[in-house]
């Protein structure tokens, strides 16, 4: 079942903070967090796990509340670099298979 | 090589044409997985392999699509008497493993089905 992200977009100016959230119906295992610039592949930001820590990429966070099944990434001072859309990846706990479904994405812009 | 390879970049196919679309994932890797990803959408799971188990078929959109891998080395997608809903980039990725493993997405091969 694919995850729910919010917002859909979101424009910042160079220097605002911004959080972008991830929500499943179903037990997680994992969240990953991917961004895709324009025209390009998506590139891996970071993993959060079932029992694991808070992570974090430069001055992009993360943290997965399991109880809610939800993850929500935190971008600080935003830098023009991290325009692009940003992707959640959701792995079920206790899934037979492995598959990581991933949300529509949210639209990032940031402007001078 | 360094990264994940796909190829070809680009292809542009007449309906009922059959194309195949080439990986090559990162040495060493064992998961690898394709993905489609149509105009302004997000990612839609296709298939996964992971060393020399039968692969996880169950997100082919139809029987008309089929992959395979030897081993831990290339893989192909093939799609058979394409559609115009066919049309969109095909994404490939690998992964030293598959539970929590990093994925390295390929470049994509961009297909248009006329």
């Known amino acids: 079942q694919q995850p729910v992200q919010s917002p859909q977009a979101v424009i910042l100016r160079e220097g605002e903070d911004a959080v972008i959230n991830c929500s499943s119906s179903k037990a997680l295992y994992s969240v990953h967090w991917y961004r895709q610039k324009h025209g390009e592949a998506p590139v891996f930001l970071m993993i959060l796990l079932k029992g694991g820590e808070q992570m974090r990429h430069e001055k992009i966070s993360a943290s997965f509340n399991e109880k809610k099944q939800q993850s929500s990434l935190y971008l600080t001072a935003s830098q023009l670099s991290y325009s692009g859309t940003y992707f959640c990846g959701t792995e079920r706990s206790g899934a037979g298979s492995y598959q990581l479904t991933f949300g529509k994405g949210t639209k990032l812009s940031v402007i001078p | 090589g360094a990264g994940v390879s796909q190829s070809p970049s680009n292809k542009v196919t007449e309906k009922g044409k059959d194309v195949e679309l080439r990986c090559d994932p990162i040495?060493?890797?064992?998961?690898l997985y394709w993905y489609r990803q149509r105009l302004g959408q997000g990612l839609e799971f296709l298939i996964y392999?992971?060393?020399?188990?039968?692969?996880?078929k169950s997100g082919l959109p139809s029987d008309r699509f089929s992959a395979e891998r030897t081993g831990e080395s290339v893989s192909t997608l093939t799609i058979q008497r394409t559609q115009q809903e066919d049309s969109a980039v095909y994404l490939c990725?690998?992964?030293?493993?598959?539970?929590?493993?990093?994925?390295?997405f390929g470049p994509g091969t961009r297909l248009t089905v006329l």
């Open positions: 990725a690998s992964s030293v493993r598959t539970r929590a493993g990093t994925q390295y």
């Open positions: 040495s060493g890797h064992t998961a």
């Open positions: 392999f992971q060393g020399n188990s039968a692969p996880d």
